[in-house]
């Protein structure tokens, strides 16, 4: 395509798709998905050693998670298109507030404060995120996508 | 990466996406192993402890964009 070309062709601007809700409510679920992956990091690594965890350890202890993740993310295809992606966000956000509850463990739930709590929260976490991260891209796109035709044929 | 997969695969996004991020969990995996095992180590050999992580993982990145550099495509169009 050449330069000509390619400024005939209608665009979208970021503030122009920030207007509907939800692409807005789609982009930040994918913030809130990756915060949720990594806000705890720092502190379990301290967490993991207060358990008496040697180096090694820390390392197989957060591998838990991503050992989840990788069956789970190629997993998430399979859900049925039926189902909404924004329902799907919404009631992986709604887990994760549980997989926290055990990661940390919860002194308000009375929670035992013992390793295995906390492994079977990463294990939750890594169930969980790929259902908040992965249906974000597609439910952006989907969501703006009627709206503009011309721009999207482009 | 993630814009272009959605643009090639408009039909199969969810899927494709998915095993992006499977494939990003890999790393994401053997990440800590590795970085801790390897800094575990330096207390016992040269091999190992964080100056020899720093060095020897940031070269392997500099590698890496060499890769990056020869296999991707410059443009969509030349996909």
Redesign the interface.
């Given at each position: 395509?050449s330069t000509g070309e390619t400024q005939n062709v209608p665009r979208v601007g970021v503030f122009e798709l920030l207007k509907h809700p939800k692409f807005v409510f789609a982009g930040l679920s994918g913030t809130l998905g990756y915060f949720l992956a990594a806000f705890l990091e720092p502190v379990l690594a301290i967490r993991a050693g207060e358990f008496g965890l040697?180096?090694?350890q820390?390392?197989?202890f957060?591998?838990i998670?991503?050992?989840i993740?990788?069956?789970t993310?190629?997993?998430?295809?399979l859900v049925p298109s039926g189902i909404e992606k924004r329902a799907i966000i919404i009631f992986a956000c709604f887990l994760s507030f549980f997989t926290n509850l055990f990661v940390g463990p919860s002194e308000i739930f009375s929670f035992p404060n013992t390793l295995t709590f906390a492994i079977i929260g990463q294990v939750m976490k890594g169930f969980v995120e790929?259902f908040i991260?992965?249906?974000c891209?597609?439910e952006m796109?989907e969501s703006v996508i009627s709206e503009y035709p011309e721009e999207c044929e482009n | 990466m993630y814009s272009i997969t959605a643009n090639f695969f408009p039909d199969h996004k969810e899927e494709m996406i998915g095993y992006i991020e499977a494939v990003t969990g890999v790393g994401l995996g053997l990440g800590p192993l590795l970085g801790s095992a390897l800094y575990a180590a330096g207390e016992y050999t040269i091999v190992g402890g964080y100056t020899f992580i720093f060095y020897s993982f940031g070269s392997f990145l500099i590698v890496c964009s060499f890769f990056v550099k020869s296999f991707f495509p410059t443009s969509i169009e030349n996909f």
């Open positions: 395509m040697t180096q090694v820390v390392g197989l957060f591998m998670n991503p050992l993740y990788i069956p993310s190629i997993l998430v295809q790929p991260l992965i249906p891209l597609p796109i | -």
